[in-house]
């Protein structure tokens, strides 16, 4: 019989062997989706219309972002909150993990936009308000990192990171969402496109299959990350852990006086 807590035979090549027909059929998923995105219509009303494909690619990065940033904010609090807590540096861990991989969202929904932008208006930068508005959001998301690059102490640069990014939220939110959606405002960004609901038919389809596939591969990067994270405090804990046991064991050598053999100290 076996033991409370002995692993039964055969269970870690199970789950092996599990995690690799996930892995399977997410990339049988991605393949799928991804000829299904060419096989659409054309849209009319582009300049290019098979060129239009590029929003099935472009439309979920900023959703990503979206629900990256959010995320990081309630880890960063779950942060701030729980000083003195053994597992406060984790939350900082999955705060910093998140926004790592919504900077790669954010780079890919500005280059993506560009070259829809230089297809669509003829000019790889047309000072579009939502191209402008993007880039002030992405200069605020990057100084995220500049600000934890300038504290070497572990718990200050997490502290204050994070008292960054709760700072500058709602500016963030306010230049992706609000500023280019006001009616002063004039963009040739097509987002009636979406807020109006003209996505009809395949593209409708393929846009949610993209969401989904997109966002499957979103949390196993994210949990990746977390899983390296989580790897390198355990090893730090355990540096520092046999370093301060070091120290306490430390033999300390100190000159005495010998006495000889006739009672006179050499």
């Known amino acids: 019989m076996l033991r409370s807590g002995e692993p039964r035979l055969g269970a870690v090549p199970l789950r092996g062997g599990v995690e690799e027909l996930k892995k399977a059929l997410f990339a049988l998923a991605a393949g799928i989706v991804t000829l299904w995105s060419f096989l659409v219509p054309d849209a009319p009303g582009f300049a290019s219309p098979e060129f239009a494909r590029i929003f099935f690619w472009h439309f979920p990065c900023p959703i990503m972002l979206t629900g990256i940033i959010f995320a ?13 807590t053994a597992d406060r540096a984790v939350w900082d861990l999955r705060a910093v993990a998140a926004l790592e991989l919504g900077l790669v969202y954010a780079i890919l929904t500005m280059l993506s936009g560009i070259l829809f932008s230089k297809v669509q208006w003829g000019a790889w930068w047309s000072n579009d308000p939502r191209q402008t508005s993007f880039l002030l ?12 690059a300038a504290f070497p102490d572990p718990e200050k640069r997490a502290a204050n990171s994070a008292a960054y990014l709760f700072a500058t939220l709602l500016p963030q939110l306010f230049l992706i969402f609000v500023y280019p959606r006001l009616p002063q405002i004039t963009s040739l960004h ?18 949610l299959a993209m969401l989904a596939v997109v966002g499957v591969l979103t949390v196993w990067l994210y949990r990746l990350r977390v899983r390296a994270g989580l790897l390198l405090l355990r090893e730090s804990d355990g540096t520092l852990e046999t370093s301060r046991r070091g120290a306490g064991n430390r033999v300390v050598a100190r000159p005495v006086s010998v006495p000889a053999e006739g009672g006179a100290d050499r």
């Open 72 to 84: 990081a904010v309630y880890f960063s609090f779950r942060y701030l909150r729980g000083a003195g």
């Open 190 to 207: 097509p987002s009636s496109t979406i807020m109006k609901g003209q996505l009809h038919g395949g593209y409708l389809y393929v846009i």
């Open 137 to 148: 959001a992405m200069l605020f998301y990057a100084s995220y990192f500049a600000i934890r």
